[in-house]
């Protein structure tokens, strides 16, 4: 990716020199038949958000549940600022965690769960409730400190659970879901603070989640996964703009998935013959040979609709609108070509001079070469 | 809407008002006469005065006789030890037992809590006459000891208050089980990862998180052995000795040996208010802590 010099201590993971915090070497885990999470290397630097995103069911879970030492991985090894971790059990483990279901101790008060872990560690009665009030504090409950967790709404409890994993200030704090209980405006402010109080206190965070803008939202790094393997590690940006498969591809957002051959290489066109465009022209990519399958991606908001045809576009289709959604900042239209294929694409809603587009029209569809991602698997 | 609600309602008051509040003053009135060689062996709550009024003879005279003489008081006092006691030992060994089946995987789980129930279907008197056979001085475990040469003669265990013990905590063992069985089975076991992952270890997670919200379970399991424990007569009738003195055979005696029933009846009504009493406390202290 050409892109501006970045200094290598806020993306260390582009330092193939720098030492990762975390360091997860081929680490699988068999539960009798079945495989959740197979052979999988990761490395994760200090001051992270790492998010991992997947469907429920692909070892996302079971992966955060090794790193906080729930499950032993049947093979591989796992290692924490520099620490193998494989005798290493729960309580001694530099990590907490924050549950999906948050794990709030029913008997005790909001206090007494945010202090646990301090009195755990051996610390005086008074200063472990003086920490656990100025972590309260943090999260606004410091109110609330008496209270019961079955007295509070789910949004103050994830603020209890969050306080808790937090006060011992824990070199890795694990996220299940964090927000997964949480409805959608209050998620979305979650995230910005889950952010702030991360950059706040250095702590490296995991999350694990299956919500995609989520993991957009907060990660400084994505990694996506499916069937025990990590499919692609990435930044959100990278993740987006250039998946490494069909299935990020489509997990991550919406795409048009077009099926082709690769036709004829120059050394700056590609042209491919697809049964749903005809032949596109795409920018080359090593390591393709004529004759090969491959699949060209591309995202709604790269296409151009167009009442004219639009002079100087290689790939340029006419076609009718079918459907149209206004979304309030921008348009989405799936537009039918003659070949049958319908083509999913938005429309920014910055200009407002013409009238929309609309139902049934008849419009040119166009996409620069540069933005069909060309996919081999 | 209202007279159906009175029928459901009707319906449980009546069982209470005649089987238990109507015993109960029945009890009540007889432990305040005295006994007389008649039929019933009791006096009349109303009798003709020999001027021709209505007098009302009722004495707390049994209840008097109750408290000085030490034969009843040694055997409220030993019944209560005997209870506890029992209670203790069967929570201690019931707690573990329900813990494992509530942590073990479904059909295994099954299994083990049908073997918990299975011996309710055979008869009580049975299983505490096999005790007998085991505890007696030529029975099962005396024999293998010595063909082990383990010891050399008979341990007596047979008509012991250990045998006392032995019986009733087997007895009554599944009460203790079952619920605590139920309450453990909802323990959420995030929070025993919870309290793992913020530094406890084991034994710190079940003192700290296990054994508190189990309470409710341990206090209503103990109730149930507690409670039949107390006034328990088969038992100690079949495996004590002379000497093990609990108020269900002084109850025994005194209406079907001395023919006293207003003494037994006193006794009887004494030894509820031993019963409820805990029970009250109990729950004015889990009301308490719920209230928290």
């Known amino acids: ?323 149209m959604g206004y979304i309030g900042h921008m348009s989405q239209y799936r ?43 | 809407m209202s007279w159906r609600r009175t029928l459901v309602i009707a319906i449980p008051m009546l069982w209470l008002g005649i089987f238990f509040l109507a015993p109960f003053f029945v009890l009540g009135r007889i432990s305040l006469a005295e006994a007389i060689i008649a039929r019933p062996p009791f006096t009349p709550l109303f009798d003709r005065a020999p001027d021709g009024t209505l007098e009302i003879i009722a004495s707390l005279e049994n209840y008097r006789f109750l408290f000085q003489d030490a034969l009843y008081r040694n055997a409220y006092l030993s019944s209560i030890r005997i209870a506890l006691v029992s209670t203790i030992f069967a929570l201690l060994i019931g707690y573990p037992i329900a813990y494992y089946i509530a942590r073990a995987p479904e059909p295994k789980r099954s299994i083990l809590l049908l073997m918990v129930i299975l011996p309710f279907w055979t008869s009580f008197l049975l299983r505490v006459y096999a005790w007998m056979g085991f505890l007696r001085t030529n029975g099962v475990i005396n024999n293998t000891l010595m063909s082990l040469g383990v010891i050399d003669a008979p341990l007596r265990m047979m008509h012991t208050d250990l045998a006392v013990y032995i019986g009733i905590v087997y007895t009554y063992l599944p009460f203790m089980i079952l619920p605590l069985y139920a309450n453990l089975t909802k323990l959420d076991g995030a929070l025993l990862e919870a309290a793992s992952d913020l530094g406890a270890s084991p034994v710190v997670t079940f003192f700290t998180v296990t054994l508190p919200l189990s309470l409710p379970g341990i206090v209503a399991g103990s109730m149930l052995v507690f409670i039949p424990a107390i006034g328990e007569y088969v038992i100690p009738a079949l495996l004590g000795g002379p000497d093990t003195l609990m108020i269900g055979r002084v109850l025994w005696d005194e209406f079907f040996s001395s023919r006293d029933w207003p003494v037994a009846s006193a006794v009887a009504i004494v030894m509820l208010f031993l019963v409820v009493a805990p029970i009250m406390w109990l729950q004015s202290v889990q009301n308490r802590r719920e209230m928290d």
């Not at chain 1, 999913?344 to 933005?371: C, F, G, H, T, Y």
């Open chain 1, 1 to 323: 990716m050409d892109g501006p010099a970045i200094a290598a201590d806020t993306k260390p993971w582009r330092d193939p020199s720098a030492n990762p915090f975390i360091s997860v070497r081929g680490v699988t885990k068999r539960f009798g038949d079945f495989t959740a999470v197979s052979n999988v290397d990761l490395d994760i630097f200090k001051g992270e958000l790492f998010c991992l995103l997947g469907e429920s069911g692909c070892g996302k879970s079971t992966l955060l549940r090794m790193l906080a030492g729930f499950e032993q991985p049947t093979e591989g090894s796992i290692r924490i600022d520099g620490e193998d971790m494989a005798r290493v059990p729960p309580d001694r483990r530099p990590t907490n965690m924050m549950f999906q279901s948050y794990a709030l101790f029913p008997h005790m008060t909001v206090e007494k769960n945010v202090a646990y872990g301090l009195l755990r560690e051996g610390m005086k009665k008074s200063d472990a409730y003086a920490k656990a009030a100025e972590m309260l504090r943090m999260v606004k409950l410091e109110k609330l400190a008496r209270r019961k967790p079955d007295q509070l709404s789910g949004g103050q409890r994830q603020r209890v659970a969050l306080a808790r994993s937090l006060v011992k200030r824990p070199k890795l704090l694990l996220l299940d879901e964090p927000l997964g209980a949480l409805d959608k405006k209050l998620r979305e402010e979650t995230q910005f603070e889950l952010i702030k109080i991360q950059e706040t206190l250095g702590v490296t965070f995991i999350v694990v989640t299956h919500d995609q803008d989520e993991a957009m939202t907060l990660a400084t790094r994505i990694g996506v996964m499916k069937d025990g393997i990590i499919e692609q590690i990435g930044e959100p940006r990278e993740i987006y703009e250039t998946p490494r498969s069909r299935f990020v591809a489509d997990f991550i957002g919406t795409v048009n998935l077009f099926e082709g051959v690769v036709e004829a290489a120059a050394p700056d066109m590609m042209r491919i013959a697809t049964p749903d465009l005809g032949d596109v022209m795409v920018l080359p990519q090593e390591g393709l040979t004529r004759g090969q399958t491959i699949w060209g991606a591309v995202r709604p908001e790269r296409f151009a609709l167009t009442r004219k045809r639009p002079e100087d576009m290689p790939n340029a289709w006419e076609g009718v609108v079918e459907e």
């Open chain 1, 335 to 377: 537009v039918r070509l003659p070949s049958g294929a319908l083509i999913r694409a938005s429309q920014s809603n910055r200009l407002r001079e013409e009238a929309p587009i609309s139902w049934d029209e008849k419009v040119w569809i166009s996409v620069p070469p540069a933005a069909f991602r060309v996919l081999t698997e």
